[in-house]
């Protein structure tokens, strides 16, 4: 069965007129008249197969029906939108919204700024962080990584996949003979973060037993980090994470690493993965922080 194609004049009519709920203003944008809006409207309306706005003596409201096509055809436009300006502008420039977990932020993406800045100099750089491991906002943020999963109904790359190992400071670290092979974690300190990575995921895979322990229990990274920093103990610590403090000493780590299940992701809304803005971060996070091939 072939489909009659809709009249995108009507649909660009609509948005319109869903834009500011009024057909009389609609007609003033349009230079034509409130009664040829309101006759294109019941056109499309008649074309989609049902109501697209409630009318009323004073107003107008959109339905249900009308919402749901509201926000997919402003979705779409906006991206016809965004590859007319990136047809024009094929350097990108303006702003690139990132959204992020405080830890990433803080201990991988802002590191690694400089580099990004230098390689794209018109382009200017916001970070958003959030708590939340999987938030992604259209409205505020172009691009995000996130923890954990792929997101439903977005676009989702797979840049990494999680690696965790047990880190501490030197000074602990040689206390507790554990820079010379030393097979068993018995009689450790070992600080948990409750909210993500923790010694029995690791000890598990490794055959560790965890045995009358004395355990220290936080609810972030940074806690985390700072406690196996000052000595308190030992952590388990996403490998992204830490790489930079183990690598200029104040960490160390004096047993393997294991990989997860668990990945981070770079997501987006579905069609902004083509933009060059998304394209260039994505091949420079890849290549530059993860040393892989985008």
């Not at 702003?95 to 400089?114: C, D, K, T």
């Not at 977005?154 to 999680?162: D, K, N, T, Y």
């Not at 260039?280 to 091939?293: A, P, Q, R, V």
Request: a neutral charge; aromatic letters at 8%.
């Amino acid at each position: 069965m072939i489909r009659t194609p809709i009249n995108h004049s009507n649909v660009y009519l609509f948005l319109s007129a869903a834009r500011t709920l009024s057909f009389t203003k609609t007609g003033e944008i349009f230079g034509i008249t409130q009664g040829a809006v309101s006759h294109r409207i019941k056109s499309l309306e008649e074309e989609v197969g049902c109501k697209l706005f409630v009318r009323r003596p004073r107003n107008i409201a959109l339905t249900p029906e009308g919402s749901l096509l509201f926000s997919s055809v402003s979705q779409s436009f906006e991206l016809v939108d965004n590859v007319i300006s990136d047809l024009k502008n094929p350097n990108p420039t303006g702003e690139l919204r990132i959204g992020a977990s405080p830890s990433f932020a803080s201990q991988v993406l802002i590191p690694n700024l400089p580099k990004f800045l230098s390689k794209y100099p018109d382009l200017d750089v916001r970070i958003i962080t959030s708590r939340e491991s999987k938030r992604f906002d259209d409205e505020s943020m172009d691009l995000a990584i996130v923890y954990d999963e792929a997101i439903a109904n977005l676009h989702s790359e797979a840049i990494v996949r999680e690696s965790i190992i047990p880190v501490c400071s030197h000074e602990y670290a040689h206390k507790n003979n554990l820079l010379n092979g030393r097979s068993t974690i018995e009689g450790l300190t070992l600080i948990d973060n409750v909210t993500s990575t923790n010694w029995k995921q690791w000890s598990s895979q490794e055959c560790y037993e965890i045995k009358d322990n004395r355990t220290i229990k936080v609810d972030d990274f940074h806690s985390s980090t700072s406690a196996a920093i000052s000595g308190v103990g030992i952590a388990i610590a996403r490998w992204i994470l830490v790489k930079d403090l183990l690598k200029s000493g104040a960490l160390v780590s004096p047993f393997n690493a294991i990989l997860t299940d668990k990945h981070y992701w770079l997501v987006t809304v579905k069609g902004m993965e083509h933009r060059p803005k998304y394209r260039l971060f994505s091949n420079w996070i890849c290549e530059e922080i993860f040393g892989k091939k985008p």
